[in-house]
């Protein structure tokens, strides 16, 4: 559990992966960022305004800029699946190399909502934790899943299985990436980690039913509403196999 201070290990994997530490210098620019702890708050709660207003609000609006949504529930899902994807591949990334996970609390990470995919976030101190799933899920699921969800479902409507299952893709998704990677790399028992932790992580009561997993393939029970963006289609682990036609608004979970 021995946890370097700059977290050397995840730049290789890409940039889901890596985390800006004090160790590597940039904290100075993440100054003035919320916290993620901020962000999961009602407007303005706990401190002055933030320069972007309600950071969480505007993160979503500018998902939905960019992907020409016709609804803010897609600019929702899709922020609130892009920073799951971020926590996952940190958390798993870490216990898969290190076999140890900093904490990743919320008020120790600030966040640049105005940033480009993927989310940047900067880890104010790094403190090792174990890196057995019931840490890992208290960590990812318990610290900022449901926090993030209850936040974004008090600001608009968007269905809570939807994010469940947004939650249940991207930690599906973090699994591929670092079989990739261990594969290109001739490292088997990062993989065999990866995956052992995975389908432990995907029996948490937060995930467990969002979808199903068989071998390195994860179907999903509900869908992120990517298909409603212009030219958005549908996802590899989609729960349709075709774009709904019949009604403005699918079923999202």
């Not at 889901?16 to 904290?27: I, N, Q, V, W, Y």
């Amino acid at each position: 559990m021995n946890l370097d201070p700059g977290l050397g290990a995840l730049r290789p994997l890409g940039g889901f992966f890596a985390l800006h530490t004090p160790a590597d210098g940039s904290a100075g620019p993440a100054d003035g960022l919320p916290t993620l702890a901020a962000a999961y708050g009602a407007p303005h709660e706990g401190g002055p305004p933030q320069p972007h207003g309600d950071p969480l609000t505007f993160r979503v609006r500018k998902v939905v800029r960019a992907l020409r949504a016709p609804e803010d529930r897609v600019g929702a899902s899709v922020a609130q699946q892009g920073l799951a994807a971020r926590l996952w591949s940190v958390a798993l990334g870490c216990a898969v190399l290190y076999g140890g996970v900093p904490d990743l609390a919320p008020e120790l990470l600030r966040w640049d909502p105005d940033g480009a995919a993927p989310d940047d976030l900067w880890l104010t101190r790094v403190r090792p934790l174990p890196a057995d799933a019931a840490t890992v899920a208290r960590v990812v699921v318990d610290g900022h899943l449901e926090p993030l969800g209850a936040a974004l479902r008090a600001r608009g409507p968007v269905a809570a299985g939807l994010l469940r299952g947004n939650a249940g893709s991207a930690l599906a998704a973090t699994a591929r990436l670092l079989e990739q990677w261990a594969r290109a790399n001739g490292r088997p028992e990062v993989d065999a980690r990866a995956r052992a932790l995975t389908a432990e992580l995907l029996t948490h009561p937060y995930l467990e039913g969002a979808g199903v997993l068989t071998g390195a393939h994860y179907r999903r029970r509900s869908c992120c509403l990517y298909y409603r963006a212009p030219g958005g289609g549908l996802c590899g682990d989609c729960c349709f196999t075709r774009p709904p036609r019949s009604s403005p608004r699918a079923p999202s979970g």
